[in-house]
């Protein structure tokens, strides 16, 4: 079986949040003014969640392009060094 994405969870999880306060809206036995006050409880939370996620993912973008450049870096210096040993080679031959 094949395993869901971050973003497809996460997609998963909001839909199924939302969902959830349709039906405890439509079932509570709640006054209009505490409806209203637990739904900007829930954006608030909501809100919050959804800026986390931002941060971190833009934590795991900024980490990823550290170590492409990294990578990159290595693969630059592996170059030069061979060229280095190759012109040498070419001198001393």
């Known amino acids: 079986m094949r395993g869901f994405s971050k973003n497809q969870a996460v997609g998963f999880f ?3 949040a939302a969902v959830g306060v349709a039906v405890a809206l439509l079932f509570a036995p709640k006054t209009g003014a505490q409806t209203r006050k637990d ?3 829930f954006s608030k939370k909501a809100v919050t ?3 986390d996620l931002q941060n971190d993912l833009r934590e795991q ?3 990823g392009y550290e170590q492409v450049m990294e990578v ?3 693969v630059k210096e592996y170059v030069e060094e061979g060229r280095s040993k ?7 031959a």
């Open 39 to 41: 739904i900007r409880r």
């Open 49 to 51: 969640q959804l800026d």
């Open 14 to 16: 909001l839909s199924g």
């Open 86 to 92: 190759l012109q040498k080679m070419i001198h001393t």
């Open 61 to 63: 973008i900024g980490d």
């Open 72 to 74: 990159f870096d290595n």
